[in-house]
């Protein structure tokens, strides 16, 4: 007899019989997070000739809801078997690869499909040499184009309101009354319009901001497609960077884009400006960005991501006035897991019926 178990609402594990799967062709399915017990239920709806190995006993408890990662954990010997016996048997992995198991070749060895709670997996996938594999890899893409964008225009509203004065005045007790500026009328720049970058553009446009943006590949299309003004590709990315009010760099992590964003590009930008990363710390040249904001050049920076996370307590960043540092948490919501179970089932039938998956990494382009 086979369990599923799962935690109620008291914190106590459920164990639910799931032994009415069908067994003409059982697929085993590994779940690496914690998951609620109606999403399991959605993955069992979706295909009963699942057998789901998934023990929230052996997996590091959530430090927030919907973390898939989960703090510091230490498995017991006996709980360190029964993980690798079902990683050994897994066909489909759904969450991330366990930090102490990534060689997939000796503990996932029957894996063909991976799907993944995050968007940006390409530069891992290709440092942890799994690009040679033939594995395929789905990702999140899509699912927090919302979050990222409500945070990218929450951020640009904070400067342009001035809420840091705001702030201050408020510690000291102090009415004094002052003006403001407007989004209206203000240009954004988008490094990278995927979902969340058009998603992004699309807002801006609500508030009357003219939207200039760039993408890889720009033949043939058209900039109202991709909710902008103005289309850019990336060599001509100094158009953007002179122009640009506010900077949002959502673009993927790949050869081309890691240090993209240097002390030349940095001094490029509109004196004044904000720059606002919610792609990966190392799109940006970290050491030389401080020493800009440090120089006045720059109006302001929002970060979502740094060079090494967390971010280290002697960073100057944490002192600047003119910057907000948000923990890599601007796309996560309390509705993520329901999102990711959706592009989970979708692809679960998808898996079945021979279709082509919803959110493949291309393992060349890494995205």
Request: charged share 25%; with cysteine.
């Amino acid at each position: 007899m086979f369990y599923m178990s799962s935690i109620n609402e008291n914190g106590s594990k459920v164990l639910s019989d799931v032994t009415s799967f069908r067994s003409t062709r059982m697929t085993k399915l590994f779940i690496s997070f914690h998951i609620a017990q109606e999403l399991l239920d959605r993955i069992k709806l979706a295909d009963p000739d699942l057998e789901i190995m998934y023990d929230p006993s052996l997996l590091p408890k959530p430090r927030y809801k919907n973390d898939q990662h989960g703090g510091p954990f230490q498995r017991t010997p006996e709980q360190e078997e029964k993980m690798q016996g079902m990683m050994a048997e897994a066909e489909i992995l759904f969450g991330y690869v366990p930090a102490d198991y990534r060689d997939l070749g000796k503990w996932f060895p029957k894996l063909r499909w991976n799907q993944s709670p995050s968007a940006g997996i390409g530069w891992g996938v290709k440092r942890f040499g799994w690009t040679e594999t033939d594995i395929d890899f789905t990702t999140a893409s899509g699912m927090h184009a919302t979050p990222l964008a409500e945070f990218c225009i929450m951020s640009m509203l904070m400067f342009v309101k001035d809420y840091f004065l705001m702030a201050r005045q408020k510690t000291k007790h102090v009415w004094q009354r002052t003006s403001a500026l407007e989004l209206r009328g203000k240009t954004l720049g988008v490094i990278g319009l995927g979902s969340v970058g058009r998603e992004t553009a699309r807002l801006a446009q609500c508030f009357g901001m003219n939207v200039i943006g760039t993408k890889r590949h720009v033949e043939g299309v058209d900039p109202i497609s991709v909710n902008v003004d103005e289309l850019f590709a990336f060599d001509n990315l100094d158009s953007v960077l002179a122009r640009s009010d506010f900077l949002v760099l959502i673009c993927p992590e790949t050869d081309e884009t890691r240090g993209m964003i240097g002390r030349d590009e940095l001094d490029k930008m509109k004196k004044g400006a904000v720059l606002i990363n919610i792609a990966r710390g190392s799109i940006v040249d970290e050491p030389e960005l401080i020493k800009v904001l440090q120089s006045g050049h720059l109006g302001g920076v929002v970060v979502d991501v740094a060079a090494k996370e967390p971010l280290p307590p002697e960073s100057p960043l944490w002192d600047m006035p003119n910057v907000i540092i948000s923990p890599h948490s601007a796309s996560t919501v309390e509705e993520e897991n329901e999102k990711l179970t959706e592009i989970f089932v979708d692809n679960i039938h998808r898996y079945r019926e021979g279709r082509p998956f919803r959110n493949l990494l291309d393992k060349k382009a890494l995205y």
